[in-house]
């Protein structure tokens, strides 16, 4: 059924890159946006509410009911509507390192179940974590999914996956010559380091090569030294380079946020969740959930985070005695660029696709739209809907 109807928000407390907006009405006319204006027009009433552009994830995983391996086309519809309650209107499911003989059939499965009109966030492609990663910076994935980083690998993981995967991280040390970047680029696949022990000239060789990404900055890769400043270190200092931060406070001190924050350029700077969608200690009975991470119940590893964007952003705010709506564009904009999807999303412009997230001053989710359409409500915010308003 066409999505053509046009409904207002008033009284919004609108986010912009300038500044928050007061007693905004924003008209939606379809799947996007259309007037802004102080006008007061009839429709749904957020006042003291903050309308912010929805988030972008490009770094999140699932498991238990939301395992993509299993049953896709249910895992990913689940998997969706989670991220609507979180905010999150676009985001890459990602995938970590697996064996390629189990890895081909997955690809294959979900290649064929994929839907993207799903009840809830937009999920934009894979993100593929692996498994072309060096095996000294495997963090938890296992020695045994690691692969050989080669144009025949990679032609077998991309015709299992038709056109489903928009980021992978790599090794880039395991690739000097680039062929397998070069390859990756003309896929147009988006190439990102990590989990490596590159060098600050490899990985500055790589950057030259295409990479414009660092995968959770520090983590999985050789450590920040003075006098071999590695991947990290070349990530920083290239302008070129996003780089990709978990604001858990488990993956990185608030104190390494803060100095990424000034030392990186602003558009430069991406925050991603790597939260585990779906976990379960009854099913996922090696791993724990621990101050907002979730760790190995044997040795208490590093497997991801138990955060979400908004609950990073609110830990960070509070941490560092900064305003939130600061770190707005780095889970908005600057994700929006780096996918090449600035002109679609990323801010609440006339003419942009309607996604957006209504949120209290706290960060907590009261509504999540994509496309126009109201894909998440949270039960304490429903009475304020009208028949106006486009609902799925």
């Known amino acids: ?14 986010w912009t890159p300038k500044g928050m907006r007061k007693n905004v009405s924003i008209q939606i006319s379809g799947k996007q946006f259309g007037k802004l204006t102080t006008s007061s027009k009839k429709g749904l009433d957020v006042s003291s509410h903050y309308v912010l552009p929805g988030l972008i994830d490009l770094h999140v995983n699932g498991t238990a009911a939301c395992d993509l391996s299993k049953d896709p086309k249910e895992s990913l519809q689940r998997f969706s509507k989670q991220m609507a309650l979180r905010g999150v209107t676009t985001y890459l499911p990602t995938l970590i390192s697996t064996p390629l003989k189990k890895l081909i059939p997955e690809l294959e499965r979900l290649n064929q179940s994929w839907d993207a009109n799903s009840l809830g966030a937009t999920p934009l492609g894979l993100h593929l974590e692996g498994p072309f990663i060096a095996t000294e ?12 980083l080669s144009e025949a690998n990679l032609k077998k993981v991309l015709n299992a996956a038709g056109k489903r995967i928009k980021m992978m991280t790599l090794a880039p040390e395991k690739d000097p010559k680039g062929t397998g970047v070069r390859f990756l680029k003309k896929q147009g696949i988006l190439p990102a380091m990590g989990h490596s022990n590159a060098t600050y000239k490899q990985a ?9 990404y660092a995968t ?3 983590n999985a890769m050789a450590p920040w030294h003075h006098r071999q400043p590695g991947l990290a270190g070349a990530a920083m200092l290239n302008n070129q380079v996003y780089c990709e931060a978990i604001p858990d406070g488990n993956h990185l001190n608030f104190s390494i946020l803060d100095m990424l924050y000034k030392i990186k350029e602003k558009d430069k700077l991406i925050l991603a969740s790597d939260e585990w969608i779906g976990f379960n200690k009854n099913i996922n009975k090696d791993w724990k959930l621990h101050s907002g991470a979730i ?22 705010a509070k941490r560092s005695k900064r305003d939130w709506t600061a770190l707005i564009p780095l889970v908005t904009i600057n994700p929006s660029q780096y ?3 600035s002109n679609k999303i990323g801010t ?4 942009k696709q309607a996604d957006f997230v209504v949120v209290t001053k706290d960060l907590d989710v009261r509504m999540t739209v994509v496309r126009g359409e109201v894909v998440y409500i949270h039960p304490q915010f429903r009475h304020k809907l009208t028949d106006q308003t486009n609902t799925r």
């Open 137 to 148: 910076r495997k963090g938890a994935h296992s020695t045994h999914a690691i692969a050989s």
């Open 348 to 351: 609440i412009e006339c003419g």
């Open 295 to 316: 760790r190995t119940v044997k040795k208490g590893d590093l497997v991801g985070s138990g955060t979400s964007l908004l609950k990073g952003i609110q830990k960070w």
């Open 1 to 14: 059924m066409p999505n053509n109807k046009t409904w207002f928000l008033t009284h919004a407390h609108l």
């Open 204 to 212: 500055s060789r790589a950057v030259d090569l295409g990479y414009r």
């Open 216 to 218: 959770h900055i520090f």
């Open 339 to 341: 996918l090449g999807l």
